[in-house]
C-alpha cells in the first residue's frame, strides 16, 4: 500500500463549481501534511499547509482527520486557472522527508 | 532570489553514457532531496541529504548515486544511463522544521535513448 494515496481524477467541472478532493496516509506518525499544486510541465509549489484545527486561504479551505487519517482539500467557486494538478504530501518521521501522493487532475471548463 | 536552481534542463543520452544533474540552492537550508516524476507514478524519492556530506537512500536510488559535498549542492549522478530512467528530475530542498515547505527546482527533463 503506497504511503499518500489520492484519487488521480480526472475531476472534471464547470468555472463556478465546488469540488473537493481527498487524500488518506498510512502513517499514523506523520507529522506535518500540504497541497501542493503543480501546472503541466512545471514544478510543484506550496498551496497551502493543512492544520489540525482546519485552514482556509481565499477559496480554498484544507482539513485533516487524523482519526481517520485523511486530508482534504476544498475548492470554492472555481476558476479555470484551477486547472492543474493538486500533491497531497506528508511528511513522517524524525527526518520529515516529504512523501508524495500520485496527485489528482483537476480540470475546469468554461 | 534564485531559489533552487537545476542544470541542465534538458538532456538526451545514450543507453550507457554517464551524467550529472547539479542542484544549487541559496536559502541555506539543510535538507535537499531529489525525486523523479513519470506519469502516473507521481514523485518518488531517488536520495536525500539532511546535512553536507550526509546522504541516504529513499524509495528508487537504484542506478544512482549523490553527493553533498557542499551544503548548497547537491548532485545526481548516473554511470550508466539505461532507458527506464527516461524521466523529470526535480530537486527540491527545505529546512528542519518539520512544517515547513520543500522548494522546487524547475526539473531537468532526461531523455534516454
Known amino acids: 500500500r503506497k504511503e499518500v494515496e489520492q484519487d488521480p481524477g480526472p475531476f472534471n467541472v464547470p468555472e463556478g463549481a465546488t469540488v473537493a478532493f481527498n487524500c488518506t496516509y498510512s502513517?499514523?506518525?506523520?507529522?506535518?501534511f500540504f497541497w501542493y499544486r503543480q501546472d503541466c510541465r512545471k514544478e510543484p509549489k506550496l498551496l497551502m499547509s493543512v492544520y489540525s484545527s482546519g485552514n482556509e486561504d481565499g477559496r480554498f479551505t484544507a482539513q485533516l482527520n487524523r482519526a481517520s487519517q485523511y486530508i482534504s482539500l476544498l475548492i470554492r467557486d472555481s476558476k479555470l486557472s484551477d486547472s492543474a494538478t493538486y500533491l497531497c504530501?506528508?511528511?513522517?518521521?524524525?527526518?520529515?522527508?516529504?512523501?508524495f501522493g500520485r496527485g489528482t487532475s483537476l480540470i475546469v471548463h468554461p | 532570489n534564485a531559489g533552487v536552481t537545476q542544470t541542465p534542463k534538458f538532456r538526451v543520452l545514450k543507453t550507457g553514457q554517464s551524467m550529472t544533474l547539479l542542484c544549487a540552492q541559496d536559502?541555506?537550508?539543510?535538507?535537499m532531496y531529489w525525486y523523479r516524476q513519470d506519469p502516473g507514478m507521481g514523485l518518488r524519492l531517488i536520495h536525500y541529504s539532511v546535512g553536507e556530506g550526509t546522504t541516504a537512500k529513499g524509495e528508487v536510488p537504484d542506478g544512482y548515486n549523490v553527493s553533498r559535498l557542499k551544503k548548497q549542492n547537491f548532485l545526481l549522478g548516473l554511470e550508466s544511463a539505461a532507458p527506464s530512467q527516461t524521466s523529470v528530475y526535480f530537486c527540491a530542498s527545505s529546512t528542519t522544521g518539520r512544517g515547513t515547505e520543500a522548494f522546487f527546482g524547475q526539473g531537468t527533463r532526461l531523455t534516454v535513448v
Open positions: 536559502m541555506n537550508h539543510e535538507y
Open positions: 502513517n499514523s506518525a506523520s507529522q506535518s
Open positions: 504530501v506528508v511528511r513522517s518521521g524524525g527526518s520529515y522527508i516529504p512523501t
